[in-house]
């Protein structure tokens, strides 16, 4: 049983940075990862973080966004850089793969968090 929460969401300026943190109850197997939703778009992958501590990207978030993990506090993160306008939008955690691994298709993925809002204007 995985249960998620997460927390960090908020208002920022462009180029701001923010850290979401994901609190997980339960095992963490396999794949995790952060997802995202603008209003009237897809949900989309963001960045996804496997057991074995490799990571992967969208890459529109390259180079400005790190997933990473502490396993001893039971806690997802993801640190945002050079926040955009774009990157506007309600983030989500993600657990639960189906597979041996998963990437960026949110129907693979068994368990949500409710979502942190991140906002991004001047």
């Known amino acids: 049983q995985v249960q998620l929460v997460e927390s960090g969401g908020g208002s920022v300026q462009p180029g701001g940075s923010l850290r979401l943190s994901c609190a997980v109850t339960g095992y963490m197997h396999s794949s995790l990862a952060w997802f995202r939703q603008a209003p009237g778009k897809e949900r989309e992958g963001v960045a996804v973080?496997?057991?074995?501590?490799?990571?992967k990207y969208t890459d529109s978030v390259t180079g400005r966004f790190t997933i990473s993990q502490d396993n001893a506090k039971n806690t997802l993160y993801l640190q945002m850089n050079s926040l955009k306008p774009e990157d506007t939008a309600m983030y989500y955690c993600?657990?639960?793969?189906?597979?041996?691994?998963?990437?960026?298709?949110?129907?693979?993925?068994?368990?949500w968090g409710q979502g942190t809002q991140v906002t991004v204007s001047s």
């Open positions: 993600a657990a639960g793969c189906k597979y041996y691994r998963c990437s960026f298709g949110a129907a693979s993925y068994r368990v």
């Open positions: 973080i496997d057991d074995n501590g490799s990571t």
